[in-house]
């Protein structure tokens, strides 16, 4: 299995279970245009959702949870849940950054897209240019870079 495969199946998951999920990170970068390699999947959701969120990605086989994730002092929340396909040893990732104060604009902007034949829900480009820019890491400022031009 592929990461695109696990990817459209993730955000079917998400989809059907109606917990609302904003993409950002390397896949909504992709969907505006600028491809590029991503390794995991990266999932805004709201803290209330994260129980039933990790139910979901159990129900698919994610069933190694790492510890909490804090940056931007505290401000950046992220819940990371791996498994490891066993047909290809292939170790998959889904970041689950929670929705806090500074990622609610974000959040309030998300919209729905159709893409490569799934429907998705998506930071907004002004919202996915914002995440980079708290991030602030080299792949960041590249992918601004890009995304901007």
Request: negative net charge; aromatic residues 8%; contains cysteine.
């Amino acid at each position: 299995m592929s990461l695109l495969d696990e990817f459209r199946r993730i955000t079917a998951a998400f989809n059907r279970s109606g917990i609302d999920y904003a993409l950002c990170g390397g896949w909504a970068v992709n969907i505006y245009g600028y491809a590029r390699n991503t390794e995991d999947i990266d999932l805004l959701i709201l803290t209330g959702d994260l129980e039933a969120a990790k139910e979901v990605l159990r129900s698919n086989g994610f069933d190694i949870e790492g510890l909490p994730l804090s940056f931007d002092e505290g401000k950046t929340q992220i819940r990371r849940i791996s498994k490891i396909d066993r047909e290809t040893k292939t170790l998959f990732t889904v970041d689950l950054i929670l929705v806090s104060e500074i990622y609610q604009r974000v959040w309030d902007g998300r919209l729905v897209v159709n893409w490569q034949d799934g429907e998705y829900r998506l930071v907004s480009k002004d919202g996915l240019l914002e995440m980079k820019r708290i991030a602030d890491r080299e792949k960041d400022r590249l992918d601004i870079k890009h995304l901007t031009s």
